[in-house]
């Protein structure tokens, strides 16, 4: 994407309109107007969770109960500030004289500034009463003094970014189409307290193009975009015990990375120890659709990634390439302090570990992630968030606790994290033996979705109603059909990656091309609950993992992990 092509599309939109009035009427004339593209959101998050963990037995087959008000190991806080405006000139064109509908028909130019600033810190304290306090009094860190009273693991991630925004719009008033590109800029730094008076310090320069096809209102918003990101970075070390160590993470802080690496560069000293050296590059595909005002607002996106990140790794001289690819569904909204969001996604990873004198190490693996979180929580929408879960992946009995009856739980959370092992992608892609496999599968799911009907009811309410048996024949008709449609699908992902894998990923290009397809494979996995609860089942005995968490303010810390073993029959 580049800026002449978005010159030369608004340059054609123009003349289009113009020609076309031309060609349709005689008398009108076309007018001008001087206006303003003016956007903006301000936005204060704060999420709260309760480091308590339940006491609870995993040998226990009885569903978990959570807990209230137990706050013997503190919180942790996640607080920050995000400011996103954007202002500049911009013109209308309008035809004067016309009557009816085409009166209110036109175009409009606008080019802005854009300046983005987002902050975000991790803070843990020992008691409710130090909350607020320890909120206010957080800043970023820019003196090396500043960061001596931070605890172990306490964090700030702030980013600035500043640019241009292009954007046009044709159509009736309060109403336009049109391309809007941004060009933008700026830095990202993270900083983490280590043990023993050592900083964590990671340092990213990044750049920003984004071309969106836009139609929307003053009041909604729907659109198609493709970003392309670009980031070099570097990380540090820093020991604080040491006077120069000190300076240059202030020098750091400030722009100045050359002392920092001058002391780095210095055998045996170790005040400062290079950790990595970055390049990340990520391209992404958004469609989304946002209703609303900047401070009252529901959107609902889909957004596709695919992600390399090379690290340099100066502690163990590995040179680290991974390989990302995403599809992530997300629901979020807002009424000033009130918010809450819905996550779904599968995410794939490929690693290539590299080292002088060494072979190659190959590393890949498929995680499918469920995150819900509100901060204004009750136990009513807490069950209603647990359902929504079990009615995508069906695992009732896994997934099920009880929560307290309570209406005021504050800030709670959810999140559900499968990961599918390089074992079981082998197993499958091994002498094409994935053929056989999605056999089965349909087979196992089939009976699966018969189990689930046997009774005439719809617990789930996968069908959305279940009034009359001729309703649910229905809707299992459309379930069985859609089911062989994602198997299919995960049965021709599964050759792509399979013909990607063929020679070992000595080329990049089959390295992006399995990502691919293994994002797609995971796609269409989530789409069926049958399908999902039948590799569920069959991935197990190669060493899958599941991570599942419940935590908020005030409910006690619910954590439950397993680690199942790899099998012979996976091997």
């Not at 604080?240 to 100045?256: C, F, I, R, S, V």
């Not at 879960?389 to 099920?400: C, D, F, Q, S, Y």
């Not at 599918?420 to 082998?426: E, I, N, S, W």
């Not at 269409?524 to 039948?534: G, Y």
């Amino acid at each position: 994407m580049h800026v002449k092509y978005v010159k030369d599309l608004f340059t054609l939109m123009t003349l289009g309109l113009c020609l076309y009035a031309a060609e349709a009427f005689s008398s009108p004339q076309l007018q001008t107007e001087l206006g303003a593209l003016v956007f903006g959101q301000l936005d204060f998050s704060r999420a709260t969770v309760n480091m308590t963990p339940l006491a609870h037995d995993p040998n226990v087959t009885d569903a978990p109960t959570l807990t209230l008000d137990n706050y013997e190991n503190g919180f942790m806080i996640s607080h920050g500030l995000s400011v996103d405006i954007g202002a500049g000139p911009g013109v209308s064109f309008y035809f004067a004289n016309l009557t009816g509908p085409l009166a209110y028909l036109g175009q409009y130019v606008g080019l802005g500034l854009v300046a983005e600033k987002n902050i975000e810190f991790t803070t843990l304290v020992d008691s409710k009463e130090d909350i607020k306090k320890a909120v206010k009094q957080k800043k970023i860190p820019w003196k090396a003094s500043e960061i001596a009273s931070w605890k172990e693991g306490e964090t700030v991630f702030y980013q600035t970014n500043g640019g241009i925004a292009l954007s046009g719009r044709v159509g009736p008033l309060y109403f336009g189409v049109g391309p809007t590109a941004i060009l933008a800029g700026g830095w990202q730094t993270y900083i983490e307290k280590m043990e023993d008076g050592k900083v964590f310090v990671q340092l990213m320069k990044g750049h920003e193009k984004e071309l969106r096809l836009v139609a929307g209102t003053l009041v909604a918003e729907a659109y198609t975009a493709i970003v392309n990101e670009l980031a070099k970075g570097v990380s540090f070390a820093f020991d604080l015990t040491d006077e120069g160590a000190q300076h240059a993470y202030e020098d750091m802080l400030k722009g100045n990375i050359v002392p920092t690496q001058e002391l780095a560069s210095q055998p045996g000293l170790g005040s400062i120890v290079r950790v990595d050296n970055l390049l990340r590059s990520k391209t992404r595909h958004v469609r989304k659709f946002a209703i609303g005002i900047p401070f009252i607002y529901f959107s609902t996106s889909k957004e596709n990634y695919r992600e390399y990140l090379r690290k340099e790794s100066s502690l163990d001289g590995v040179t680290r390439e991974l390989y990302f690819g995403a599809n992530v569904k997300k629901t979020t909204g807002r009424a000033i302090t009130i918010h809450k969001s819905t996550n779904e996604g599968f995410y794939s990873a490929l690693e290539v570990d590299s080292k002088l004198d060494q072979q190659d190490k190959l590393d890949y693996s498929g995680r499918y992630n469920w995150n819900y979180a509100a901060d204004h929580g009750s136990s009513k929408k807490l069950n209603r968030a647990l359902h929504r879960l079990i009615k995508t992946t069906g695992l009732n009995n896994e997934l099920l606790v009880n929560i307290p009856d309570e209406k005021k739980l504050k800030y709670t959370a959810i999140s559900f994290d499968l990961d599918l092992p390089h074992a079981y992608v082998d197993y499958l892609l091994a002498d094409d033996r994935f053929v056989q496999v999605m056999d089965e599968y349909n087979e196992r799911a089939t009976l699966e979705l018969e189990d689930y009907f046997a009774d005439a009811s719809d617990p789930l309410r996968l069908c959305l109603t279940h009034v009359t048996k001729f309703d649910l024949a229905n809707c299992k008709g459309r379930l069985q059909f859609s089911q062989r449609i994602h198997l299919k699908r995960m049965r021709k992902a599964l050759e792509e990656m399979k013909m990607a894998a063929q020679y070992s990923f000595l080329n990049e290009g089959d390295r992006l091309n399995f990502i691919k397809a293994f994002t797609d494979f995971g796609k269409a996995l989530v789409s069926d609950v049958f399908v999902f609860k039948t590799v569920f089942e069959d991935a197990k005995r190669c060493g899958m993992k599941t991570n599942y968490k419940i935590e908020g303010e005030r409910l006690s810390r619910f954590v439950s992990e397993h680690v199942w073993p790899l099998e012979e029959s996976c091997k």
